[in-house]
């Protein structure tokens, strides 16, 4: 991949990265891989100070249950942004676990 640029840089808010986050971007385009990585799932685009207390109860309240039982994760799907704001496409899925035995050769 090329390396960022300045405006891809400072959209990332480079003065408030702490220094591996800022280490990870330049390296790999995204601060928070490996050891900063914290998993979070984007639910909608930016969102106003007025309307951030209705949609966080909007939201807290349609993923309540969801939330009370262990979510089972049996696969892995990667995605790919072909280029910025592109919708992103899966590159590849990858089941997770075990396999049942196979019984012929």
Known sequence: AAPLTEAEIERRSPD??????????CQWGYPY??????FH????????PQESPRLGA?????????LQRPVPVDA???FVETEPGAPFMVLSHHALGRRPARRTA
Request: cysteine-free; aromatic content about 12%; overall charge negative.
């Open 16 to 25: 408030s990265l702490k220094p591996d986050e800022f280490r990870n971007l």
């Open 33 to 38: 891989v490996f050891e900063t990585f914290r």
């Open 41 to 48: 799932m984007t639910l909608s685009g930016r969102v106003g």
């Open 58 to 66: 909007a939201i807290d309240n349609l993923f309540a249950d969801v």
């Open 76 to 78: 892995l799907t990667l």
